[in-house]
């Protein structure tokens, strides 16, 4: 009986001390990890969203291995000119998503497509240049649904007067920059003017399908303000042509 209970204590010690042995061995391999480094771009100051970033605005870090993102940048000269989305703390890893070259132009596989009126059976009035929207078809020859799976990029919105619409007082493209939802709904409960061109970035086989749904006239698209823009967007008016 001894004997059995020994052999069992010795086989759980065995297991035990084989436990330490790995979890030491764990907690060395992720020193060393720690202990290696690579440099990443971050801001030498704070930087207010909206602001474009030059060259003297950045430095390096070392930071980590471990703690290294494929979406933080490595090379500081390819940044100079981007824009800041988010505000940015000094000493901060720049990471891809918090920054845009060109917020309002079209992206290599897109252009930039003017929807002509009489294709539009409503638009939400509180829609400005920078907004996501989504794209819903209606008509006689159609079943009423979404017509594209993802939201498009707003890239301007006129009067008939060719007039860019928002409020002069409160920008919204700056309240946007800013992060500021209070901005853009009083930018958008304020500058109440109606929307009579929208132009949107589409791919052309978007635009190809657009065309080809509405360009008869039995169907008709509803452009709807998603809050998408800003992951919680003020409800937006609908004017109804």
């Known amino acids: ?84 989305v988010v505000p940015l703390g000094a000493g901060e890893p720049l990471l891809d998503w918090k920054l845009d070259k060109f917020r309002l132009l079209p992206s290599r596989s897109q252009s930039t497509f003017g929807i002509p009126r009489d294709y539009v059976l409503s638009i939400s009035n509180g829609i400005r240049a920078g907004d996501k ?49 209070e901005g853009m709904y009083a930018s958008r409960r304020d500058a109440n003017r109606m929307i009579d061109y929208i132009n949107l970035n589409l791919t052309e086989d978007q635009w190809l399908q657009l065309d080809a749904l509405c360009k008869g006239g039995r169907s008709k698209v509803v452009i709807a303000y998603s809050s998408e823009s800003l992951n919680a967007g003020a409800p937006a008016k609908e004017q109804v042509r």
């Open 1 to 84: 009986m001894n004997r059995r209970r020994n052999m069992v204590i010795s086989a759980a010690a065995a297991l035990l001390s084989g436990l330490l042995v790995y979890g030491v061995y764990v907690l060395q391999l992720r020193q060393v990890k720690f202990q290696e480094t690579v440099s990443v771009v971050v801001p030498v100051r704070f930087v207010a969203a909206g602001e474009r970033l030059t060259t003297d605005m950045l430095g390096t870090k070392q930071i980590a291995k471990a703690l290294y993102s494929p979406e933080m940048s490595v090379r500081g000269d390819e940044l100079s000119g981007m824009e800041v």
């Open 133 to 181: 929207v989504m794209l819903y078809v209606s008509g006689e020859t159609v079943n009423s649904a979404r017509l594209f799976q993802d939201p498009v990029t707003v890239a301007s919105v006129k009067t008939a007067g060719n007039v860019e619409i928002d409020d002069t007082k409160n920008p919204n493209l700056m309240s946007l920059a800013n992060g500021d939802k």
